[in-house]
T-cell receptor
Framework: KQEVTQIPAALSVPEGENLVLNCSFT??????LQWFRQDPGKGLTSLLL?????REQTSGRLNASLDKSSGRSTLYIAASQPGDSATYLC????????????FGRGTSLIVHP | GAVVSQHPSWVICKSGTSVKIECRSL??????MFWYRQFPKQSLMLMAT?????????EQGVEKDKFLINHASLTLSTLTVTSAHPEDSSFYIC?????????????FGAGTRLSVL
């Protein structure tokens, strides 16, 4: 059974810092990995999707990397801003199985001015 | 982009009543929709997979008579929490997979917060 762990569970940083959020998964046979953002009481917004054959994806100040063999992904946020405050979820889709992603518990990020 | 609308966004109800939550794909057709549940500071847990025109597939431990799912059209799925109790209070999120695309592509709704008094 796939298990997804996100570290740290919570993070509070001053504005401008570069951040690294970690996601690890136990079964390396994945189809893809996706990072989401969730604002309090809201649904999910997809940030980046990395296919199993890819090493990284970039969108603006966000960069996500994938090391499938070691079961790890990192989300890098450059020059953090207060508007980045949210919970960031990592979800892994198993290869050859159902299309149901396994979610981590998320990292709750607060960026203070 | 693909938009999934959930209604209502927040509902408060008395214990014993039933609550219906709607999930609509606004600009695409979705043969398959998914219903998730999220407790505070917890991950999303899949409750059931809803397929248009057929019965939903429930995950282990989810009572199908408690959580009724109807997917009568390619753009609408509903989740009805029957005889709601305080322990059913949670955040419910749906997602929709566009027809014709790989089902791993899912678009998420904004969620519905259910509070049962």
């Amino acid at each position: 059974k796939q298990e997804v762990t996100q570290i740290p569970a919570a993070l509070s940083v001053p504005e401008g810092e570069n951040l690294v959020l970690n996601c690890s998964f136990t079964d390396s046979a994945i189809y893809n990995l996706q990072w989401f953002r969730q604002d309090p009481g809201k649904g999910l917004t997809s940030l980046l999707l990395i296919q199993s054959s890819q090493r990284e994806q970039t969108s603006g100040r966000l960069n996500a990397s994938l090391d499938k063999s070691s079961g790890r992904s990192t989300l890098y946020i450059a020059a953090s801003q207060p508007g980045d405050s949210a919970t960031y979820l990592c979800a892994v889709l198993r290869a050859g199985g159902s299309y149901i992603p396994t979610f981590g518990r998320g990292t709750s990020l607060i960026v203070h001015p | 982009g693909a938009v999934v609308s959930q209604h209502p966004s927040w509902v408060i109800c008395k214990s014993g009543t039933s609550v219906k939550i709607e999930c609509r794909s606004l600009d695409f057709q979705a043969t398959t929709m998914f219903w998730y549940r999220q407790f505070p500071k917890q991950s999303l847990m899949l409750m059931a997979t809803s397929n248009e025109g057929s019965k939903a597939t429930y995950e282990q431990g989810v009572e199908k008579d408690k959580f009724l799912i109807n997917h009568a059209s390619l753009t609408l799925s509903t989740l009805t929490v029957t005889s709601a109790h305080p322990e059913d209070s949670s955040f419910y999120i749906c997602s929709a997979a566009p027809s014709g695309l790989a089902k791993n592509i899912q678009y998420f709704g904004a969620g519905t917060r259910l509070s049962v008094l």
